[in-house]
């Protein structure tokens, strides 16, 4: 069966300094890959896709991610935080039914 | 601003009201779900509809009943709900999976409404 890991549930980093947040999924199949943003009350926004082509994926904020298929994984990165980035940050990947599965998610907490 | 809209954005209802949820896009697409979302968890499938038809149903209780009109609007009748249904209700939508189109999978999730069960 499909699945979606994210191993922190928190993470705290200081604006300005560079962040990692970690998905691993399990799936057969080449996936259709997501990562997703949610402020507090509200609906979710996608950062990024990941389908096929060129491994390391843009998005929208200054995020980025990079599927390795080796690995299972696909990591969301930023250079340097915004003090606006703290949110939840949901990876998400859709199965061959299309249902989205998303992992439990990662809170993301800014220091000053 | 999201494309996708939900009305209304709170609701406050007894467990013996009838009230509805709406959602509508205008993105074309013809795959439309609803999400519940509890506080500190993911968003949990309950209904996909494809087509305007009833495409999966996540073994949800009847007193959720959904609806889809037109290829634009969704709804979400609830009936007799629960204190445990208070919850973030979300809908999305997106493409439907196509060999011949460009398809990336991608949900376009609204605002959400906000239900709390008295």
């Known amino acids: 069966a499909q699945s979606v890991t994210q191993p922190d549930i928190h993470i705290t980093v200081s604006e300005g300094a560079s962040l990692e947040l970690r998905c691993n999924y399990s799936?057969?199949?080449?996936?259709?890959l997501f990562w997703y943003v949610q402020s507090p009350g509200q609906g979710l926004q996608l950062l990024l896709k990941?389908?096929?082509?060129?491994?390391l994926v843009q998005g929208i904020k200054g995020f980025e991610a990079e599927f390795k298929r080796s690995q299972s994984s696909f990591n969301l990165r930023k250079p340097s935080v915004h003090w606006s980035d703290a949110a939840e940050y949901f990876c998400a990947v859709k199965n061959r039914d299309d249902k989205i599965i998303f992992g439990k998610g990662t809170r993301l907490h800014i220091l000053p | 601003d999201t494309e996708v809209t939900q009305t209304p954005k709170h609701l406050v209802m007894g467990m013996t009201n009838k009230k509805s949820l709406k959602c509508e896009q205008h993105?074309?697409?013809?795959?439309m779900y609803w999400y519940k979302q509890k506080a500190k968890k993911p968003p949990e499938l309950m209904f996909v509809y494809s087509y305007e038809k009833l495409s999966i149903n996540e073994s949800v209780p009847s007193r959720f009943s959904p609806e889809c009109p037109n290829s634009s609007l969704l709804n979400l009748h609830l009936h007799a709900l629960q204190p445990e249904d208070s919850a973030l209700y979300l809908c999305a939508s997106s493409q439907v999976r196509d060999i011949l189109r460009g398809y990336t999978g991608e949900l376009f999730f609204g605002e959400g409404s906000r239900l709390t069960v008295l």
């Open positions: 993105m074309g697409h013809r795959a």
């Open positions: 990941y389908f096929s082509g060129d491994t």
């Open positions: 799936y057969g199949a080449t996936p259709y």
